[in-house]
């Protein structure tokens, strides 16, 4: 496939919805993760989970709030229906996106959402509650005073139900990332000389949302000298010829996200380059290749970073090497648990999906990240989308 020679409006008009989607989690899915969690809250040692607004919220209930001021949670008992706290003036929101049933119990502005918790746990003659580590310090510490409860930390309930994904969840990240995937073949095609990298984020986002996803999760594109930054550099840059893109995004199926990075070159690539290309790819290969049931995860980030030294770059987090991690884990946030990084001893186990993407960095000059994602099989690893072939094409 060419790098550029085509206009935006060609490429939009080739993009169209997938003809199949996926459908939604179902109730029983939903019932066993519930299920799931309430023995984990057991095994923690705590009577009940208490799980805020955000991507946890949205797995157990099917509710997609981003978290706020306001308290709005779920408390689910080791046994019995779960109860929802939400303010008053939200009811007819919350009961409109809630896939499971439970107790409903309102509060009221000058009311404290804290007290309805107390008395929750009171009716049930319970005292220690499970709390989901992304819940705010202040929320926290006001269920703490005003409540008196014992409070646990709940990480391993939340992230021992959420790593592990089940088909119908990595048929969604399927779709999602096949969708990314195809707007990144259509942006290369559509770069060229002069182009600004908001032309090309704004090209991004239309394309995403032409192919019927939930708009962009994210986008970084990055040119030249930028590319060197993980994350890029402020201000609109303007692309030149024999320039490196760097082109990062993701987009959301039913709350899961994708988040894909291809690297390429606009015009002939030095020999450094496709050298710094070439060995980006090979250790990208080495991370899948080491992936394996029982083995701590961040065996793969070290299998990632020998390639890297065998060639002289690096060692460890060094530059020019790989700054960060090989990869995260991924589903209904962009970056979860657990991680492929030196230290997390968490061991690989089927259903676990992570992203792969041994960044290098060339100081001040420039960076390749190849970014594709895989998930976990009692085989060993499979991708989600196929690898770059090469700097100066993205698909076979």
């Not at 409070?151 to 089940?166: D, L, N, T, W």
């Not at 993980?230 to 201000?235: C, I, N, W």
């Not at 987090?317 to 960060?324: D, E, I, K, M, S």
Request: proline share 7%; charged share 20%; glycine share 8%.
């Amino acid at each position: 496939m060419s790098i550029g020679g085509s206009s935006i409006e060609a490429e939009l008009a080739k993009l169209t919805p997938p003809s199949n989607p996926v459908p939604m989690i179902g109730l029983a899915e939903r019932l066993a993760r519930l299920d799931k969690a309430r023995r984990l809250t057991r095994d923690l040692g705590a009577d009940a989970l208490l799980v805020g607004a955000g991507a946890s919220l949205n797995y157990f209930a099917g509710v997609p709030w981003g978290a706020s001021e306001r308290l709005v949670a779920m408390l689910l008992p080791v046994t019995g229906e779960p109860i929802f706290i939400c303010p008053f003036f939200e009811r007819g929101s919350l009961e409109a996106d809630l896939n499971i049933t439970g107790d409903l119990r309102l509060w009221q502005e000058d009311e404290s959402p804290y007290a309805l918790i107390k008395q929750a746990m009171a009716d049930r003659g319970l005292s220690k509650i499970a709390v989901d580590p992304a819940m705010s310090f202040e929320m926290v510490h006001r269920l703490g005073r005003e409540t008196g409860l014992e409070i646990r930390e709940a990480s391993p309930v939340i992230h021992g139900c959420r790593m592990y994904k089940s088909p119908a969840e990595i048929a969604l990240m399927q779709q999602a990332k096949s969708m990314t995937l195809q707007v990144h073949q259509a942006t290369a095609r559509i770069v060229r000389e002069g182009i600004t990298t908001t032309e090309v984020i704004n090209f991004i986002e239309a394309a995403h949302r032409k192919l019927g996803a939930a708009g962009n999760s994210f986008v970084i594109v990055q040119f030249g000298r930028a590319t060197a930054y993980p994350h890029g550099l402020p201000g609109v840059q303007t692309l030149r010829e024999n320039e490196l893109i760097l082109v990062d995004t993701g987009c959301y199926v039913q709350g899961y996200t994708s988040d894909i990075t291809r690297t390429y070159s606009f015009g002939e690539p030095t020999p450094e380059q496709r050298r710094i290309w070439d060995i980006e790819k090979e250790a990208q290969a080495a991370a899948f290749a080491a992936v394996e049931v029982g083995k701590p995860c961040e065996d793969v980030d070290y299998a990632a970073r020998a390639v890297l030294e065998k060639h002289g770059l690096g060692p460890d987090y060094n530059l020019p090497g790989t700054p960060h991690r090989t990869g995260h884990g991924i589903g209904l946030s962009i970056h979860e648990p657990a991680y492929l990084v030196r230290g997390d001893r968490t061991p690989l186990a089927p259903g676990m999906c992570f992203s792969n993407e041994p960044m290098i960095v060339m100081p001040d000059a420039f960076g390749v990240r190849l970014e594709d994602h895989m998930y976990v099989t009692d085989n060993g690893a499979t991708w989600f989308t196929e690898p770059q072939p090469a700097i100066d094409r993205l698909i076979t």
